[in-house]
């Protein structure tokens, strides 16, 4: 296996040495999480309110490449690099104050849609520095997960926090659009110096 203490963890540009391994982190983030959750419905309202914008706005994601069917899309609505707009801003409130108390850690937030009968095979994100948190804005049932060795499904209202640097893979068999948000996040004890190794690798 190599430095890796699993077979299923192969970050693709940066590696933090002194973290600790593991797919899912129920524990680390859950004021994020819970942030989120109680704020549920009024997320949700601003997704239904701004449905028109979203969907003109959506670009089939980076990764798409790993889809082989189906359709997956994102809205990016926060960029540590690059900053917030106004615009999303004033569209977006109470996704954007439910993270605001965590922005210094945060590194990316967006809105992901995936069409029933889409598959995203597996894949390994960039870096185990920081951690991805699902936000689950609507599901219906039927889109499930799979990091590492573990599969979870998508709760309307429910978070979950995993390392994308494990291998993961997506199926959604459901009836209905599966959306989340999206949010990266900086592990807690990520050293400084990785994270601006890691930014300046991806500007």
């Known amino acids: ?15 933090c040495k002194e973290l600790n391994s593991e797919p899912w982190h129920d524990e680390e983030l859950q004021p994020l999480r819970d942030s989120l959750e109680s704020n549920c419905n009024q997320i949700g309202g601003e997704v239904v309110r701004n449905s028109a914008f979203i969907s003109n ?26 900053g917030g707009s106004q615009e999303i801003s004033a569209m977006f409130p ?3 104050n439910s993270i605001q108390p965590f922005i210094s850690n ?14 995203i095979l597996p894949h ?3 870096t185990n520095c920081a951690l991805r948190t699902h936000f689950t804005v609507y599901h219906s049932g039927g889109a499930q997960i799979r990091v590492g060795g573990e599969w979870r499904a998508w709760q309307t209202c429910k978070a979950f926090t995993f390392d994308s640097s494990f ?3 997506v199926i959604h068999d459901g009836p209905d659009e599966r959306i989340v948000l999206i949010v990266d996040s900086w592990r807690d004890h990520t050293p400084d110096a ?3 190794s890691y930014c300046t690798d991806n500007t």
């Not at 296996?1 to 590696?15: F, I």
């Open 194 to 196: 990785d994270r601006k």
């Open 124 to 126: 390994t994100g960039p």
């Open 106 to 119: 945060i590194t990316f937030v967006k809105l992901s849609k995936l069409t029933p009968g889409s598959r």
């Open 1 to 15: 296996l190599g430095y890796w203490p699993s077979m299923h963890q192969r970050p693709l540009l940066q590696c």
């Open 57 to 82: 706005n959506m670009i089939v994601e980076q990764e798409n490449e790993r889809t082989f069917y189906g359709s997956w899309k994102t809205l990016v609505l926060y960029d540590a690099m690059l």
């Open 167 to 169: 291998e993961h893979e």
């Open 94 to 96: 109470a996704i954007l």
